[in-house]
Structures are given as C-alpha cells and as structure tokens.
C-alpha cells in the first residue's frame, strides 16, 4: 500500500515549530503553551504562511510599504488564531514578528551555496527579526542617534510615549498593536514605534557602515540578523 505526502507542507511544519520555539522562548511569551503542540494551530496558519512564502519567492510584493502593509495583516492574522485557542490569550505581535521574521530567516538558508543575486531581491523587503540580542546590536551601534531622537519626539514604548536611558531594550514580547496603524485602508508602521525604529535603524547601519557579503554585495536585514545574532550573548 502507497503513502503519499505534501513534502511542502511537511517542510513548512518543520520550519514553522522551530520558528515558534524562538517566538516564545524565555520571558517573551507567558502565557500557556499547550497549544504549541495542537495540530489545528498549524492548519490555520498553513495558507497564511504559505502565501506570504510565496509572495516572498516569486516577488510579489511591490515595495516596502506593501510588504509591511502585508505583514502588518499577517501578524493580526496570526495573534487572532493563536489567541482563539482555549490555552492561549498572550500572543502578542512581538510574538507574532518573530515567528514570520524567523520562517523568512530560515527560509533563506535556501541560498546557501548560490549566487544570492536573485534571492536578495526577493527578500530584499523582510525584516531582520527583533529579540534581545538584536535590540542590544542596535542599541550599541546607535545609541547616540536613539538619543538624539529622544530631543524631538519620543519613541512608543511598549504602548507609552517615553524614552528614558535603555527602555529602548525592554521586551520585545511586549510589542503589540500600538506599533503599527491603518490609514486609508491600509496599515503602515508608526514612525515612532519601536519596531519601526529598529528596522530603521537596521538599514541605516548596513548603509553606513558599507556592510557587504564576500562579493561586495549590499547586506539586506535577514543576512544582518545571520551575521550578529548571538555577539551580545
């Protein structure tokens, strides 16, 4: 008797539960983890994740704003089903960011050993994900600019209008909705919300530092996260 099976599928759910594990790892989620292990969670992310996979691969995304437009819809997407299961009300979109940066992260391994000419492009728009370790990476790298912000307008805290010595720092688990706004229809990052500040900040320092890969290529923000991740432990 044959067995057939959806390899895609399979591979996704591999990728999806380690992306997961890092979404809610140590103090950034709090809340009940049964559902991590509840099939259902997965079949309703499923389409989801495989079309913004897709969009990702076959450049469907036309530039920034409708990437972050998009993304911004998944992440809500994404805190909707989880927060709807029976153990889980805590997902927030500091989760939710993590887990779509992470699938992208892994999912660029895919160029391992190739020309990332092309693949650049097609991931050009991804966010380089945001954790502890990458808070302090931009942290250290620009300080001075964060603090000089802080002279003009404040940046979201956690939901509150302040910024005060490294409240830059505070938990990445604890972004939620007030990171991101809808106007006309369409939803946009704020200017002065923290995840849109360290996106920010991530590609200034790649600019200005002249950050490159051995071809002499321009880093885009999933490679930076490859190179840094892990110096500030």
Known sequence: ??????INKKMLGFVF???????????AYNGERKW?????V????????????ESILKNGYKDQDDYDNKFIILSIKICEIINDVESCNDFSFG??????????????????????TDEKKRFRFCHCPVDGNMLEKVWKSKAKTLKEMNNAKFIIINGENKFKNKEFLAGWGNMDEKEYEEVSGKYRFRENGRYHVFQKLVREIIRDDD??????SPIIPLEYDYIFWGQNQ
């Not at 008797?1 to 959806?6: K, P």
């Not at 997965?42 to 996979?53: A, C, D, G, V």
């Open 1 to 6: 008797m044959s067995e057939e099976y959806d």
């Open 17 to 27: 539960t380690a992306a997961m594990q890092d979404a809610v790892r140590q103090s």
């Open 36 to 40: 991590l292990w509840e099939p259902e």
């Open 42 to 53: 997965f079949e309703k992310l499923y389409p989801l994740l495989t079309e913004h996979l």
């Open 95 to 116: 989760n939710a960011q993590k887990l779509i940066n992470m699938i992208d992260k892994y999912f660029y391994l895919r160029t391992y050993g190739t020309d990332k």
């Open 211 to 216: 950050i490159k890969d051995t071809n002499g």
